[in-house]
T-cell receptor, first 114, second 114 residues
Framework: DTGVSQDPRHKITKRGQNVTFRCDPI?????LYWYRQTLGQGPEFLTY????????KSRLLSDRFSAERPKGSFSTLEIQRTEQGDSAMYLC????????????FGPGTRLTVT | AQSVTQLDSQVPVFEEAPVELRCNYS??????LFWYVQYPNQGLQLLLK??????LVKGINGFEAEFNKSQTSFHLRKPSVHISDTAEYFC????????????FGTGTRLTIIP
């Protein structure tokens, strides 16, 4: 069990650029979640997958955001045409559908849009 | 829908003193309850969870929490804090049909005073 990993840990980009983040869940975890955390706030749900199927998307996930989980393994979160308001910590978590229901979080990717 | 309220945004406590971090929730369905801790520039780590059974749950690092259904509360306690407990603490819920998205509170920053 190597834990949830995320790459990159930090990303600085200019407004209008596209960025992509990667999350590798704990192996054998079939649920994968994306959350966004802004300064002074708790994480807010963005979307989640069971295996390769995207089961729910938050209203926070505008058309500029897209997430994929090909083959039910790692996941990518892409933000197109970044805006300053996208600056946040993007957290990934994974869990087992049948288990203790806890979600295991990665270290996050901190995005700064200048 | 669920919501979580953490009434105290910051709690300063002297080292070796007891602490209680408050969490209240609102939900139209039964929920599972969680406390997570976040150290600076890191992801979230599970402290403890309540799924069912005994209302007093024990977690890691000497923390415990008590579920009170009538008061819809899940307060976190520790009898004697250490410098290393300095962190942000988040209360979270999800519906008890399991493994759905977590709804987080805004967090409580615990500062330990030497």
């Amino acid at each position: 069990d190597t834990g949830v990993s995320q790459d990159p840990r930090h990303k600085i980009t200019k407004r209008g650029q596209n960025v992509t983040f990667r999350c590798d869940p704990i192996s054998e975890h079939n649920r994968l979640y994306w959350y966004r955390q802004t300064l002074g706030q708790g994480p807010e749900f963005l979307t989640y997958f069971q295996n390769e199927a995207q089961l729910e998307k938050s209203r926070l996930l505008s058309d500029r955001f897209s997430a994929e989980r090909p083959k039910g393994s790692f996941s990518t979160l892409e933000i197109q045409r970044t805006e300053q308001g996208d600056s946040a910590m993007y957290l990934c978590a994974s869990s087992l559908v049948k288990g203790g229901y806890e979600q295991y979080f990665g270290p996050g990717t901190r995005l700064t849009v200048t | 829908a669920q919501s979580v309220t953490q009434l105290d945004s910051q709690v300063p406590v002297f080292e070796e003193a007891p602490v209680e971090l408050r969490c209240n929730y609102s939900s139209s369905v039964s929920v599972y309850l969680f406390w997570y801790v976040q150290y600076p520039n890191q992801g979230l780590q599970l402290l403890l969870k309540y799924l069912s059974g005994s209302t007093l749950v024990k977690g890691i690092n000497g923390f415990e929490a008590e579920f009170n259904k009538s008061q819809t509360s899940f307060h976190l306690r520790k009898p004697s804090v250490h410098i290393s407990d300095t962190a942000e603490y988040f209360c979270a819920v999800n519906p008890n049909f399991g493994n759905e998205k977590l709804t987080f509170g805004t967090g409580t920053r615990l500062t330990i005073i030497p």
